[in-house]
T-cell receptor, first 111, second 114 residues
Framework: SQQGEEDPQALSIQEGENATMNCSYK?????LQWYRQNSGRGLVHLIL?????REKHSGRLRVTLDTSKKSSSLLITASRAADTASYFC???????????FGQGTRLTINP | NAGVTQTPKFRVLKTGQSMTLLCAQD?????MYWYRQDPGMGLRLIHY???????AKGEVPDGYNVSRLKKQNFLLGLESAAPSQTSVYFC?????????????FGDGTRLSIL
């Protein structure tokens, strides 16, 4: 079962532009995490936001969480070619204590 | 500090063959996980372990077995491989399962079943 759904499935932008990806989920969560996956590699943890937090920053990354809408967004500012990757949201469902991943957004940064 | 290491990186099997995928972590993590990643499906949890000598089923456990004899190793076994098990398999580890810690992933094992 897929708890999280990312939108869009694919995104292509020019280097230097901002990239926004969205994640929606179905049930109440403890926290939400974002991961990056470069082609042919494993997932790398980017940021974790707890259910009582609304916004979090890490370098060029900004994550927001709206628990009333059951949605989160990941903003990458001033994108670089190295940001080309797939981005996944993962939720920890209350009471389940396991990460459930969405299907991912494929981000392509064009030079 | 290697993190999470998976072996082998690639493997081709014939239907009915068996094999074991090995995951090793050097971060002294208590929790370890096996996922499979299929196109359009994201990552799905196969089995996980909350400590040495313990294992538990995830979302898609059928056709797989696991063992955690040592804290640093988590083995995934396919007793009789089927074409439906063609996938990329990822191992991950974390300090806790509660989700308040990030999971650290290996680079995957690409498995094809003919």
């Amino acid at each position: 079962s897929q708890q999280g759904e990312e939108d869009p499935q694919a995104l292509s932008i020019q280097e230097g532009e901002n990239a926004t990806m969205n994640c929606s989920y179905k049930t109440s969560i403890n926290n939400l995490q974002w991961y990056r996956q470069n082609s042919g590699r494993g997932l790398v943890h980017l940021i974790l936001i707890r259910s009582n937090e609304r916004e979090k920053h890490s370098g060029r990354l900004r994550v927001t969480l709206d628990t009333s809408k059951k949605s989160s967004s990941l903003l990458i500012t001033a994108s670089r070619a190295a940001d080309t990757a797939s981005y996944f949201c993962a939720t920890v469902i209350q009471g389940a204590q396991k990460l459930v991943f969405g299907q991912g957004t494929r981000l392509t940064i064009n030079p | 500090n290697a993190g999470v290491t998976q072996t082998p990186k690639f493997r081709v099997l014939k239907t009915g063959q068996s094999m074991t995928l090995l995951c090793a972590q050097d971060m002294n993590h208590e929790y370890m996980y096996w996922y499979r990643q299929d196109p359009g499906m994201g990552l799905r949890l196969i089995h996980y372990s909350v400590g040495e000598g313990t294992t538990a089923k995830g979302e898609v456990p059928d056709g797989y077995n696991v063992s955690r004899l040592k804290k640093q190793n988590f083995l995934l076994g396919l007793e009789s491989a089927a074409p439906s098990q063609t996938s990329v398999y990822f191992c991950a580890s974390s300090y806790r399962q509660e989700g308040n810690q990030p999971q650290h992933f290996g680079d995957g094992t690409r498995l094809s079943i003919l």
